[in-house]
């Protein structure tokens, strides 16, 4: 859960009482009274966990269990005895033995009126909503039988949708102010786009000045639309326009996948996190009508050649060369979240950065050009489509630079919720379907470019294949696992000592390769202060992913998210990775085909950079 | 706003970062200072106090919105604040209303062309036994008729 020491003052912050090391010491257990059913809690729980360990339901809205507390909303109110007034249940901690009634008639008489002034500023038009049959608002509202707008309803838009945002769509009408919104981008991300403006009834969620999202530091990661319980934040979905490109017989229509949303559409289809449904998948979009289908692992394959490749080079020039311009460590390019943040945050630190692409725009920039080549289709007539976790890679996909091919690299990016939705319209349920595999050319992927998908991902894959290229032998781990990248840890360190290396890597004799793996821009900015206080010069190599968790708990995730569904998403990739015959990017005979047939020269060379490799661009604080 | 003018303005906020500490608590009576000088803060003066206090400017900006008086946009030199609570609309608040209207051609929230008077409402000053009240920059103004209230403006002037 994050600090929220920092931000607010003593006296704003929620009451809490530490819990006691020792529950068994005098006082570390309280009992207390939960409607007639006495049981006993360790000291400072708050009534809601109380209440949820022991399997009594209360309803919440504002409450996440990746968030701070807020106590905003009101709806999770219980009587305590002998207090005068009905008291939030997660922000009240357990501090006496209490009587507590979650369901007298004060209670849900003060639940249904909280409820129902909710409805009374939102903008319900629930058909017409993405969060239809997914909205907490809804579903409190039909627990506690709602049947009438007593306090009013908005029945015509007053706000303007801001539409302006290549990733994000920001709708205010169907605010319900819960702040949550405030407290991921704040306090989650550090990130800092959205805080409450005004004061009282004229209380408003708001950017700075009331910009657009394009105009303000938003880094497009998302977040704050996998926790929003309304529709009032939701990405911007280009299903309509894929779906026309689909029906166009003239257009050659590719998806890639990425492996994150492969591990978590279950979640849409009623299944519980942690089921994959890679094979299932590939029918699906197929059946979708998608002239072909790729694995993204492929290219995950080849950015870790390419970054493994440029870190070596950089290794080489600051050891042998002793050139002191080169930076190291060098962090990792594939999260156009993190991309986007360091852009804004840390722009005199970009050369940090790998300068190679993300594996969806290399994907991009290989379809248009040597996939187009060997099929003989022409390029213009492709349709590249993204199939992503992600909200950031919609607008990493429009960045200008990214037209390597001479067309935009990649057309459209789709995230999780978004395919499901257009499965669903196409009247087909994803779990019943045959298995089937990926289309050739690039069928084949290793399990070094599945697990990027959750955070040290890149880290491990790239060190499987470092370690191989340096010393010839495989990492010296069981079974390939890297136990020390993986775990949710928010800041991960650890080094492997090379020894008895090949003779081309002499240079590399006996260093001690250390690494670190970030997860959530909030960790990338305690590694980036790190870097700017010079405490990272003996680190080579570090990944950062922009959301908490990696890709997996990414922006276009199925709603709801919290850690334990993370990890069951991450339990899912790796135990499908475990599967799988390569699992080592170099060893990927794809991989080694387009490095043969089309980039002869190999990684890090001419052509590769025209294709694989980018620029960043200095953005700054600065909002104009 | 001019280059020369944010340089000035980033140092003056310097200046009041060395005065009150490099720390969130600051932010209130920076942002007090520079709404007296300035008469508002504007939005680079709220984001070199974000970068300064290494906070997010829609911090600031969440602040500035919040109290009454802290303006986002530029306000004249004299700000009039009439009482708008129920005993002073009782003892004729209306007719004031009217007076400083037609004295300064504006509606109320509004500014004069020449920068100089602001017109607002305000919650009460507490003279609920003394009412009409209206409060002129930091001056309070009881017992109200509306040639005293358009006397009073004169003498400000």
Redo the contacts between chains.
């Keep these: 859960m994050p600090d929220t020491i ?2 607010a ?1 003593i006296s704003q912050q929620p009451f809490k009482v530490e819990k006691p090391l020792d529950l068994n010491a005098i006082g570390g257990m309280i009992s207390i009274q939960i409607n007639e059913k006495k049981v006993s809690v360790p000291l400072g729980t708050t009534i809601l966990e109380a209440c949820r360990d022991n399997h009594i339901h209360i309803p919440t809205l504002c409450h996440h269990p990746d968030l701070c507390i807020a106590g905003v909303c009101r709806v999770c109110v219980v009587e305590v005895d002998g207090m005068r007034t009905l008291q939030a249940s997660c922000s009240f901690p357990i501090t006496a033995s209490i009587k507590i009634k979650t369901s007298s008639e004060l209670v849900r008489k003060a639940r249904r009126n909280i409820i129902d002034l909710l409805l009374s500023e939102h903008h319900g038009e629930c058909y017409a909503c993405v969060k239809n049959k997914n909205c907490e608002l809804q579903t409190l509202s039909k627990e506690y039988g709602v049947d009438n707008m007593r306090f009013g309803h908005v029945k015509e838009p007053v706000y303007e949708v801001d539409f302006s945002s290549t990733s994000l769509v920001r709708d205010m009408n169907k605010c319900v102010l819960c702040r949550r919104c405030i407290r991921t981008c ?1 306090d989650l991300q550090e ?9 009282g009834d004229k209380t408003q969620i ?4 009331d910009k657009p999202l394009q105009d ?1 530091i938003c880094i497009n990661c998302g977040q704050c639309l996998n926790r929003c319980p309304t529709g009032a934040l939701y990405s911007n979905d280009p299903s309509d326009e894929i779906w026309r490109a689909i029906d166009d017989p003239q257009k050659h229509v590719v998806i890639q996948t990425a492996p994150s949303p492969r591990a978590a559409i279950g979640e849409e289809f009623g299944y519980a996190p942690g089921h994959s449904f890679t094979p299932e998948l590939n029918t699906a979009l197929k059946r979708i009508g998608f002239d072909r289908v790729f694995d993204t692992n492929f290219t995950a394959d080849l950015t870790i050649l390419e970054e493994g490749t440029e870190l070596l080079t950089r290794l080489k020039k600051a050891i042998v060369d002793k050139d002191t311009t080169v930076k190291l460590p060098q962090f990792t390019s594939c999260s156009p979240g993190w991309i986007k943040f360091i852009e804004h945050f840390y722009p005199e630190h970009l050369d940090y950065l790998s300068t190679a692409k993300s594996p969806q725009q290399m994907f991009g920039a290989i379809i248009k050009t040597f996939y187009a080549q060997e099929q003989g289709i022409d390029p213009k007539d492709i349709v590249s489509v993204s199939l992503m976790p992600c909200s950031a890679k919609k607008f990493e996909c429009n960045r200008p630079e990214m037209d390597a091919s001479g067309f935009r690299d990649v057309d459209y990016g789709l995230t999780t919720r978004e395919l499901a939705k257009m499965i669903r319209e196409a009247g087909i349920f994803l779990p019943e379907l045959p298995k089937s595999g990926f289309d050739e050319p690039f069928g084949e992927a290793s399990g070094a470019g599945l697990i990027f998908g959750a955070t040290g991902g890149v880290m491990e894959a790239a060190l499987r294949t470092v370690y191989e290229l340096v010393t010839g032998r495989e990492v010296p781990f069981e079974n390939l696992r890297i136990e020390a990248c993986r775990g949710f840890e928010g800041i991960k360190e650890a080094s492997v000592k090379l020894e008895n290396v090949l003779p081309a890597y002499s240079f590399l004799e006996g260093v001690n390769f250390k690494f670190m793996v970030a997860h959530g821009t909030a960790n990338a900015k305690q590694v980036m202060e790190l870097l700017r206080e010079g405490k990272l010069s003996d680190v080579h190599f570090v990944e950062i992913m922009a959301c908490p968790g990696g890709c997996l708990g990414g922006g276009g995730q199925p709603i709801p998210t919290s850690e334990e569904i993370r990890k069951q998403r991450a339990k899912a990739i790796y135990a499908e990775e475990e599967g799988l015959p390569i699992r080592k990017s170099h060893e990927n005979p794809h991989v080694k085909y387009i490095y043969e047939k089309f980039i002869p020269e190999g990684p890090c060379s001419e052509l590769s950079h025209k294709l694989l490799h980018t620029h960043y661009k200095k953005r700054g ?3 104009i | 706003m001019l280059v020369y003018e944010k340089n000035s303005l980033s140092e003056e906020i310097e200046l009041l970062i060395e005065r009150f500490g490099k720390d ?2 600051a932010l209130l009576p920076i942002l007090q200072i520079i709404e007296k000088r300035h008469n508002y803060i504007s ?1 680079f003066a ?2 070199e106090v974000a ?1 300064l206090l290494d ?5 600031v ?2 602040v500035v ?2 109290y009454n008086f802290l303006h ?1 946009y530029p306000q004249g030199k004299n700000i009039v604040r009439l009482c708008k609570t129920i005993s002073c609309d009782m003892a004729g608040k209306q007719e004031i209303e009217k007076a400083l209207k037609r004295e300064l051609g504006i509606n109320f929230d509004e500014t004069t062309r020449d920068k100089k008077w602001t017109l607002e409402y305000t919650s009460c000053l507490g003279m609920c036994d003394q009412g009409p009240a209206m409060l002129v920059n930091d001056k309070i103004y009881t017992k109200l008729d509306p040639e005293t209230a358009v006397k009073i403006l004169n003498d400000t002037k």
């Design positions: 920092k931000r003052p704040i990130v800092g786009v959205l805080e409450a403006i005004n004061r708001s950017t700075f000045y303000v604080r600065y909002i | 969130r608590v939005e709220q984001q970068r906070i997010h400017p829609v911090e900006y969440s919105s919040f986002r």
